[in-house]
Nanobody, 126 residues
Framework: QVQLVESGGGLVQAGGSLILSCAASGLTFSSVAMGWCRQTPGKERAGVTAITASASRTYYADSVKGRFTISRDNAKNTVYLQMNSLKPEDTAVYYC???????????????????WGQGTQVTVSS
């Protein structure tokens, strides 16, 4: 079955950096779009960034543009999220997600993904 396993979350001071990783198995990784979403208590899960199967195109939410970078290594079945200049408002549980069905465009929101990881907590202190 499909498994997405995130790692790399933790506590960081504002202005700091973190790298999240998501190792995928049970799917043809090089053929699927991947993304990251995040959720804070009491709020709906929201799309943060996404990347096409070939890494030719990416999407970023306005709130993270210029600070976050998504990348993938299809040889390692892994997608990464480099987070720089972190702000307290970036505090959330971050989820890795996979879109395995054809979509025709990058998944922009949680409803457009098919599989999810268990999430990893990122806490940014002020």
């Amino acid at each position: 079955q499909v498994q997405l396993v995130e790692s790399g979350g933790g506590l960081v001071q504002a202005g700091g950096s973190l790298i999240l990783s998501c190792a995928a198995s049970g799917l043809t990784f090089s053929s699927v779009a991947m993304g990251w979403c995040r959720q804070t208590p009491g709020k709906e899960r929201a799309g943060v960034t996404a990347i096409t199967a070939s890494a030719s195109r990416t999407y970023y939410a306005d709130s993270v543009k210029g600070r976050f970078t998504i990348s993938r290594d299809n040889a390692k079945n892994t997608v990464y999220l480099q987070m720089n200049s972190l702000k307290p408002e970036d505090t959330a549980v971050y989820y890795c997600a996979a879109r395995t069905r054809p979509l025709g465009f990058l998944p922009l929101g949680p409803n457009q993904y098919d599989y999810w990881g268990q999430g990893t907590q990122v806490t940014v202190s002020s």
